[in-house]
């Protein structure tokens, strides 16, 4: 079969390009990844996801298959993220807005929570557990600098998300490994970064010297 090209987007506009080649093996079909490019979306200037150059060294790497390129870019998947579910808004009747109070101010809403940081990959094959990596990475990476004050502690963690980042990951051994190391990372992360932030109770005042003056005598 002909290679492809499918185009994951996250929420924050991050634009993930998988050129993708599927193969049969045995009666099993298979797919695997060739060529992997991370950018913003909408860019219009820098080089793009596969350049002449890139498109020729694909194909030194992968002598076997043949490349039609504009075919590839003529069949593109495109998969943006799921909208959020919004609630319906109900209509407030005549009578209810006529018994609403308008003297006390409404209290503010409490800020959203933030989603819980999973604790396994999600996803029955490598595909989807790296799309499912793709939309997890940077969450856990911005959500690190919030819970952690300290700096050294902010390291070592910003250096084991970096484990879930599939970008760098060119063929089937290095995914393979990377969703090994990438599960045992995000289990780490997740039991951190879902404990409760403990409130500290306020000391009590220091004991001070006693108040001047004799003490009171009895009459």
């Given at each position: 079969?002909?290679?492809?090209?499918?185009?994951?987007?996250?929420?924050?506009?991050?634009?993930?390009?998988?050129?993708?080649?599927?193969?049969?093996?045995g009666?099993?079909?298979?797919?695997r990844?060739?060529?992997?490019f991370?950018?913003?979306?909408?860019?219009?200037?820098?080089?793009?996801?596969?350049?002449?150059?890139?498109?020729?060294?694909?194909?030194?790497y992968?002598?076997?298959?043949?490349?039609d390129?504009?075919a590839?870019?003529?069949?593109?998947?495109?998969?943006?993220?799921?909208?959020?579910?919004?609630?319906?808004?109900?209509?407030?009747?005549?009578e209810?807005?006529?018994?609403?109070?308008?003297?006390?101010?409404?209290?503010?809403?409490?800020?959203?929570a933030?989603?819980?940081?999973?604790?396994?990959?999600?996803?029955?094959?490598?595909?989807?557990?790296?799309?499912f990596?793709?939309?997890?990475y940077?969450?856990?990476?911005?959500?690190?600098?919030?819970r952690?004050?300290?700096?050294?502690?902010?390291?070592?963690?910003?250096?084991l998300?970096?484990?879930?980042?599939?970008?760098?990951?060119?063929?089937?051994?290095?995914?393979?490994?990377g969703?090994?190391?990438?599960?045992?990372a995000?289990?780490?992360?997740?039991r951190v970064?879902?404990?409760?932030?403990r409130?500290?109770?306020?000391?009590?005042p220091?004991?001070?010297?006693?108040?001047?003056?004799?003490?009171?005598?009895?009459?």
């Open positions: 079969m002909l290679p492809f090209l499918r185009v994951i987007r996250d929420k924050r506009g991050y634009e993930t390009t998988y050129l993708m080649h599927s193969y049969r093996e009666s099993r079909q298979r797919s990844i060739l060529y992997v991370r950018t913003p979306g909408g860019v219009r200037v820098g080089r793009e996801s596969l350049e002449p150059d890139t498109q020729r060294q694909i194909e030194s992968h002598p076997g298959i043949a490349f390129w504009k590839v870019f003529a069949n593109r998947q495109v998969i943006d993220p799921a909208p959020e579910p919004r609630r319906p808004r109900r209509q407030r009747q005549p209810e807005e006529s018994a609403a109070a308008p003297s006390a101010p409404a209290a503010p809403e409490p800020p959203e933030r989603p819980a940081i999973p604790s396994a990959l999600q996803g029955a094959t490598p595909d989807e557990q790296m799309a990596l793709t939309h997890w940077p969450v856990v990476r911005d959500r690190i600098p919030v952690m004050a300290d700096p050294a502690r902010r390291e070592a963690l910003g250096a998300a970096e484990r879930l980042n599939p970008a760098a990951w060119t063929d089937a051994n290095e995914i393979a490994e969703l090994v190391r990438a599960a045992e995000l289990d780490r992360l997740s970064l879902s404990r409760r932030r409130r500290r109770r306020p000391s009590p220091p004991a001070g010297p006693p108040p001047d003056g004799p003490p009171p005598t009895e009459t």
